[in-house]
């Protein structure tokens, strides 16, 4: 996928406001090592930095114009190049942070065993992923992508997915001490011609738009605009609202 980091921040603050949620979750004093999964542009990490301003932390993202982008705002810390499927740590970690990453990854049944065995006793998994899939935004793409039209060129895309919440605690608590499991909806409003096409193609289109030339990607967005503008039209001052589902975890072993 072709992350775009200036079209990702476009709503730097409304994607930032769960991790600082998670963050403020995290039961930890003085963590000694800290890797944040699926770091992005590095705006999360540097929460992590200014939190903890003695600990050793990394960065860890599979795109190299989001590294390029987090190296470049956070000169003093070290971000590596890595997928999370086959990522391992070098030695255990006191926190593993990750914020709307690891719906991206499959095969949850392994990775998140795999993520708390990578803790310290008493370290800490913290996991924030995206849980709109059954909104009428996604519901819309999936619907467009396989209609006749796209089916051949886009129908085999993946906007990613998740667990049910009793599945991550079937999957977790037998392995932590602490284990908290919640969800929020966040009820966005935001501004602009089309501000819910703009918050998707900061994300969960990027694989649909991957596979097309830009005179396709031109044609798949204008049919998918028409769509969100009919489901989420702007109330009387131009405010649209987006409501957006989120899980959080915060598990200690």
Request: glycine share 8%.
């Amino acid at each position: 996928m072709g992350w775009e980091p200036d079209r990702y921040l476009q709503f730097s603050d409304e994607r930032l406001r769960p991790a600082m949620d998670l963050l403020g979750r995290v039961p930890l004093l003085r963590p000694g090592r800290i890797v944040d999964l699926g770091c992005g542009v590095g705006n999360v990490t540097r929460l992590l930095a200014e939190r903890w301003p003695g600990a050793d932390i990394t960065g860890l993202d599979s795109s190299p114009a989001m590294l390029e982008r987090a190296r470049s705002v956070l000169p003093g810390v070290r971000f590596d190049q890595a997928g999370v499927e086959h990522w391992e740590p070098e030695e255990p970690l006191d926190l593993l942070f990750s914020n709307a990453a690891l719906h991206w990854v499959g095969d949850h049944e392994s990775l998140f065993p795999r993520l708390v065995d990578a803790l310290f006793p008493g370290g800490v998994l913290a996991v924030q992923m995206p849980c709109n899939f059954e909104a009428p935004s996604h519901r819309l793409i999936q619907a467009l992508a396989s209609s006749p039209e796209w089916v051949e060129r886009v129908g085999q895309a993946r906007m990613g997915a998740v667990l049910g919440m009793a599945d991550y605690h079937r999957l977790l608590a037998p392995l932590c001490t602490r284990l908290s499991l919640w969800e929020t909806t966040y009820w966005q409003g935001m501004s602009g011609p089309s501000p819910v096409l703009d918050w998707l193609r900061g994300t969960t289109l990027l694989p649909y738009l991957a596979s097309l030339d830009e005179s396709g990607q031109a044609a798949f967005l204008a049919q998918l605009e028409a769509r969100l503008a009919a489901a989420y039209p702007p109330d009387a001052h131009g405010t649209t609202l987006f409501p957006f589902r989120r899980i959080f975890i915060v598990a200690q072993r």
